[in-house]
């Protein structure tokens, strides 16, 4: 009963039955909101819960390099999603009070 590290490979077994159970859910989540960032560049709600699917479906995957450029890809996601809220941010104080 080892402890996983959020960085470290599912175990095998593990990974085989939570692939089996979650992947179909995972993909069809990812392609849904994949569609939604599409229609609304600027969906950073969108973009946060796409990062996290991207961190679930590198659970899924075997090859370290394809966990590795998962992970990247969520967390360039968040890096987009900060500049998105920064950007309003400054828009928001920008605008005159009314």
């Keep these: 009963n ?4 959020d960085t470290d490979p599912l175990p095998p077994d593990v990974r085989t039955a939570y ?3 979650y992947g179909p859910l995972v ?3 990812i392609a849904s909101l ?7 560049p600027e969906y950073d709600d969108a973009m946060t819960y796409l990062n996290l699917l991207y961190r679930r479906k590198a659970d899924m995957v075997e ?17 987009k999603v900060k500049e ?4 309003r941010a ?3 104080e920008q605008k005159p009070a009314s």
Excluded: M
Aim: hydrophobic share 25%; no cysteine; glycine share 2%.
């Design 19 to 21: 692939t089996q159970k």
């Design 90 to 92: 400054e828009q928001a």
């Design 84 to 87: 998105i809220k920064q950007k």
């Design 63 to 79: 090859s370290s390099a394809e966990r590795d450029a998962l992970t990247k890809q969520a967390d360039d996601l968040l890096d």
């Design 34 to 40: 994949q569609q939604a960032t599409k229609l609304n």
């Design 2 to 5: 080892k402890q996983v590290k």
């Design 27 to 29: 993909d069809d989540g």
